[in-house]
């Protein structure tokens, strides 16, 4: 059931909050307009920027409905179901197959962490992937996973699973091992801005970019100059977009993210709770960085 390849720059879709908690699905719609016609190729939804843990399954469902009855014809949709459990997992991928999505992203459980060797981790993942009509994902995130990581070998066997079609790779480093373990026909995407030009030069196929939340053209034409092969271009961008990543998303997290949001025209709005906002200075900062920024 593999696709062809994912190519390009996707947003990983953060969730508007009221002051109180309540998702802003008015707000929601309010940028899922722009990014519709910002020139991304789609989204991810359920993610960590999109604060999926502290998400109920009814609000999902919503939030799921809005994006893919918003999104531009042609963008695809990414739904992260990150459960504990293979049943919860495949029952949330159901139904965001349902819905209309076009991808499930699956993370490694890691509440029984010393439990989850390889093989366990393999099985996981291909029972969700015989189990759901779409295809698949994987989502490297050590860091979101209880510090669980999947090795290249690893993910060059759930690769030959002909229903996991690729993986979105936000850890630090490592993205070049999994490039050189996987088949041409595996979709990499870098979710990381720090690794994403050297990821590109090594053949992956996109990213998922949190870049893409506040400034989604200047991520296309990163994209657009390493894909063209307009390498000086390219390098002098990303010097660029790396120093906005370390302020925003590398010094604030999903807070840091949704300010750039404001910022820029969108509607970030405040984190969930526990997630405290940025405080009033990190926000000037932000403002003043954005202000600047060619």
């Known amino acids: 059931m593999k696709q062809k390849l994912l190519r390009g720059i996707f947003a990983p879709l953060t969730t508007p909050f009221s002051e109180t908690g309540d998702v802003r699905y008015d707000h929601l719609e309010y940028n899922m307009e722009k990014y519709a016609a910002s020139g991304i190729q789609g989204y991810l939804v359920f993610g960590s920027n999109g604060e999926n843990k502290s998400l109920l399954n009814s609000e999902k469902e919503k939030i799921l409905a809005s994006v893919i009855r918003n999104k531009a014809p042609g963008?695809?949709?990414?739904?992260?179901?990150?459960?504990?459990?293979?049943?919860?997992?495949?029952?949330?991928?159901?139904?965001?197959?349902?819905?209309?999505?076009?991808?499930?992203?699956?993370l490694a459980p890691s509440y029984f962490k010393s439990e989850m060797k390889d093989s366990v981790l393999v099985k996981y993942f291909t029972d969700v992937a015989s189990a759901v009509g779409i295809p698949c994902l994987l989502y490297r995130a050590p860091q979101f996973s209880g510090g669980i990581d999947l090795s290249p070998r690893l993910v060059r066997e759930c690769a030959e699973h002909p229903n996991i079609a690729g993986?979105?790779?936000?850890?630090?480093?490592?993205?070049?091992?999994i490039l050189h373990a996987v088949p041409e026909s595996f979709s990499v995407l870098s979710g990381s801005a720090n690794t994403f030009f050297p990821a590109m030069l090594n053949g992956a196929a996109g990213g998922v970019l949190s870049l893409a939340d506040y400034l989604p053209g200047k991520a296309v034409e990163l994209y657009d100059a390493i894909a063209g092969g307009s390498l000086g271009k390219a390098s002098e961008l990303n010097r660029k977009i790396i120093a906005l990543n370390i302020e925003i998303s590398g010094t604030y997290g999903v807070a840091g993210v949704k300010s750039a949001m404001d910022s820029a025209g969108f509607r970030g709005g405040v984190p969930r709770l526990p997630l405290l906002p940025i405080p009033p200075e990190g926000a000037e900062k932000i403002k003043k960085i954005l202000n600047t920024y060619p």
């Not at 993986?167 to 091992?177: A, M």
């Open 75 to 106: 963008q695809i949709v990414m739904a992260g179901s990150i459960y504990e459990s293979t049943m919860e997992t495949i029952e949330f991928a159901l139904l965001t197959a349902e819905a209309g999505a076009d991808y499930i992203t699956l």
């Open 167 to 177: 993986i979105k790779d936000s850890s630090s480093g490592g993205i070049e091992k």
